[in-house]
């Protein structure tokens, strides 16, 4: 049925579907997962690394996560170079904002302006939908610490915590049990990993294919702060959820002997 309807982004199906923006949207859920968690006093995302090769050159360039303001953070799954475009425009706009009002840009407002662009391309002729969801983690002075989710559709929404990319069905079950209002910055990173250990394909999961960014406010100088942990700082992180795993595995057999 679907192919009848399929070949163009403006044509409905009978059920009121657009058949390529849903193609879009399963394109990015065979990409790396990406989590967010909006903390108490910051903003946690993390994110899965696909290209783990030893042969790729070294490079500073993430492949997951990128800046697009002082103020505001990503990451991305699906396609990057769709990802790269619609970055490209996003720091564009933040940039003439500042520019303009010689301040940051209010986040949601600056997310409305890329979702606009996105949902553009699903109504004309001869375009395609972005192949590729966004998670923003950012501030400003209006509303402080927000994240936001926005998909292939141009729809966007406000989250405490969500997931993007493959299973991210299991992580938002993860999510839903054991995301606490408030939490701490590293409240919010111990689960994040241990959503990432839950979606990732690996059975043995590593620093090296995983990233992470948090965004917070220094406390001596009040000013936001974003950083990109090392690998060192991933893995110090990453043996402590296995050991605490490990241990609360070892008490349950223990009560059931």
């Given at each position: 049925?679907?192919?009848?309807?399929?070949?163009?982004?403006t044509v409905f199906s009978p059920e009121g579907r657009l058949f390529q923006v849903e193609y879009a949207m399963q394109a990015i859920d065979n990409a790396g997962a990406c989590v967010g968690l909006l903390a108490g006093d910051g903003v946690v995302i993390a994110a899965e690394k696909k290209a783990t090769s030893k042969l790729l050159a070294p490079s500073k360039t993430s492949e997951k996560l990128y800046m697009i303001d002082?103020?505001?953070?990503?990451a991305v799954a699906g396609l990057t170079?769709?990802?790269n475009v619609l970055i490209s425009y996003l720091r564009r706009v933040a940039q003439n904002y500042k520019l303009q009002y010689q301040e940051p840009q209010p986040l949601e407002q600056l997310i409305m302006r890329v979702c606009d662009l996105k949902q553009g391309y699903t109504q004309f002729g001869g375009q395609r939908p972005f192949g590729v969801s966004f998670l923003y983690a950012g501030w400003d002075r209006h509303y402080g610490f927000q994240l936001y989710q926005s998909n292939p559709s141009g729809n966007y929404g406000g989250w405490k915590a969500t997931a993007i990319g493959a299973n991210n069905q299991a992580a938002t079950s993860l999510l839903k049990k054991e995301y606490k209002d408030d939490c701490s910055i590293e409240e919010a990173l111990e689960l994040a990993v241990k959503v990432l250990n839950k979606t990732m394909d690996s059975v043995t999961p590593s620093a090296d294919k995983m990233e992470f960014s948090v965004l917070r406010m220094d406390k001596d100088t009040g000013k936001l702060v974003q950083h990109v942990m090392h690998d060192d700082e991933v893995q110090?992180?990453?043996?402590?959820?296995?050991?605490?795993?490990?241990?609360?595995?070892?008490?349950a057999e223990a009560k059931a002997a």
């Open positions: 049925m679907g192919s009848r309807y399929d070949s163009r982004t002082d103020h505001v953070a990503c170079s769709d990802a110090e992180l990453l043996d402590k959820i296995i050991a605490e795993e490990k241990e609360a595995e070892a008490n």
